[in-house]
C-alpha cells in the first residue's frame, strides 16, 4: 500500500485566496482525521471522519475553514478565505477498522504559506 | 482536561548516552498512550505504546514507563544514535463517545544526538 497521499505538499498562496488541500487514506481504512501542525500550538485535531460521516469538528478554527469526504477515498480541507496565521502543516491520517488510535498512519503532510 | 503536557522542549546528547523525554496528562480516563517519532518532511509515526495496566514496554532501545498514580508517563532511549535525531510526540486517547480514535498529542521535543 502507498500509505496516506497528501497534496499538494507545498502550497503558498496569497491573503484571501482559496486553498484546497486533498488526502487519499489507506485503502480499507474507516477513520481518517485532520491535524494541523505548528510551533506554537503543536499537532491539534481539526476535524474526523468515520464512514466518510464527520463525527467531531470541534477542533476547526472558524467558518473559513470546511472539510468533506465525499467517498472512502478521498477527503479535502478548504480555507476560504486564506489568512496568514493559518501557515502551517497540515496532515492527513487515517486508520482501520477496529484500531481508532492505535493503527494512526500519517501522510506526510502539505506545508502551506499564507502571505 | 484534555492536556498533555511534554517536557523537554528540545534535548541533546552524546552518542551511546539516554534520552529521557516525559509527559504528563490529567484526563485519567485515557487508556492509550503511544509516542511518536517525526523527521523533518514526513508525518509522524508510531514508535511504541503502553497502556495503563502496564508500567513499562521495551521494544529494543526504546522503553516506555508510565506511572498510573502520578499521571505521568516517559520515554527512554537507550544508546541514542545520530539517527535518532528527530521530533518526538507523546500522546494519549480514550475509546468514550466522540473521543474514540482521537490522539491528543504533546508539545514535541526535539532529540539531537551528536555523534
Known amino acids: ?78 480555507i ?3 489568512e496568514p496565521r493559518d501557515s502551517a502543516v497540515y496532515f492527513c491520517a487515517s486508520s482501520g477498522p477496529g484500531q481508532g ?6 501522510g506526510s503532510g502539505t506545508r502551506l504559506t499564507v502571505v | 482536561q484534555q492536556q498533555v503536557k511534554q517536557s523537554p522542549q528540545s534535548l ?12 504528563a496528562y490529567e484526563n485519567t480516563a485515557f487508556d492509550y498512550f503511544p509516542w511518536y517519532q517525526q523527521f523533518p518532511g514526513k508525518g509522524p509515526a508510531l514508535l511504541i505504546a503502553i497502556r495503563p ?19 505521568q508517563f516517559s520515554l527512554h532511549i537507550m544508546d541514542s544514535q545520530p539517527g535518532d535525531s528527530a521530533t518526538y510526540f507523546c500522546a494519549a486517547s480514550y475509546a468514550g463517545g466522540t473521543s474514540y480514535g482521537k490522539l491528543t498529542f504533546g508539545q514535541g521535543t526535539i532529540l539531537t544526538v551528536h555523534p
Open chain 1, 1 to 78: 500500500d502507498a500509505g496516506v497521499i497528501q497534496s499538494p505538499r507545498h502550497e503558498v498562496t496569497e491573503m484571501g485566496q482559496e486553498v484546497t488541500l486533498r488526502c487519499k487514506p489507506i485503502s480499507g481504512h474507516d477513520y481518517l482525521f485532520w491535524y494541523r501542525q505548528t510551533m506554537m500550538r503543536g499537532l491539534e485535531l481539526l476535524i474526523y471522519f468515520n464512514n466518510n460521516v464527520p463525527i467531531d469538528d470541534s477542533g476547526m478554527p472558524e467558518d473559513r475553514f470546511s472539510a468533506k469526504m465525499p467517498n472512502a477515498s478521498f477527503s479535502t480541507l478548504k
Open chain 1, 80 to 82: 476560504q478565505p486564506s
Open chain 1, 101 to 106: 488510535a492505535r493503527g494512526y498512519t500519517f
Open chain 2, 12 to 23: 541533546i546528547v552524546q552518542k551511546g548516552g539516554i534520552s529521557i523525554i516525559n509527559c
Open chain 2, 53 to 71: 495496566d502496564v508500567s513499562e514496554k521495551k521494544e529494543g532501545r526504546f522503553t516506555i514507563s508510565f506511572n498510573k498514580s502520578a499521571k
